[in-house]
């Protein structure tokens, strides 16, 4: 059966880098959520990130509020292997000249195994936000079924779409390329 990774970003490589953003031209920063949500987008400008901390870079990074960003190489990566369930969005990282995008994973799919994972808390009526009742309010260790999974080798799983979820093949050809920022936590 198929093993399949929480991707984080790896914040403990000394000296590196972290990113804000992002921002259009005019330097107004951008809905950060759309890039979650599991649908293509169709940007008016070439997103621009700053550096929040100066420092080496990675090649692949998220900011604060979760977006990913990733260098040529790993598009280059997902390319090769074929991965359909993303869309790479050209973007600029300040003092950086090399190409860099945006990472929108398209593919959300249900396969949250509940009865496995660390803790699940759901959202309840006295939680005041009606909209939300009987969703994910929190996930702690989170775990996936692989008999929903199918073929998909990057995917945001449905209900809890703040994780990008990758396969055992696209873990060991990222780590075969010698990328860095990664952090894999078994799902």
Known sequence: MSRYFKLRDHMSIPGRWVLDGPFDEQGTELDSWQFGNGQRIELE?????????????????????????????????????????VQLLPARVEGQTEPWFILN????????????????????????????????????????????????HIFRPWGWDVAIIVSDTLKQALEQEGITGMKYVEA
């Not at 997103?47 to 280059?76: C, K």
């Not at 939680?127 to 996936?144: A, C, F, R, T």
């Open 45 to 85: 400008c070439v997103p621009r990130f700053t550096l929040s901390h100066v420092g080496g870079a990675v090649d692949f990074s998220q900011t604060g509020l979760g977006v990913p960003v990733v260098h040529g190489r790993v598009a280059a990566i997902l390319g090769r292997l074929a991965i359909q369930d």
């Open 105 to 152: 994973v398209l593919r959300i799919i249900r396969c949250i195994d509940d009865a496995r994972c660390g803790e699940v808390e759901y959202w309840k009526p006295e939680d005041g936000q009606p909209e939300k009742i009987g969703q994910y309010s929190y996930i702690h260790g989170l775990k996936v079924d692989p008999t929903k999974v199918g073929d998909a």
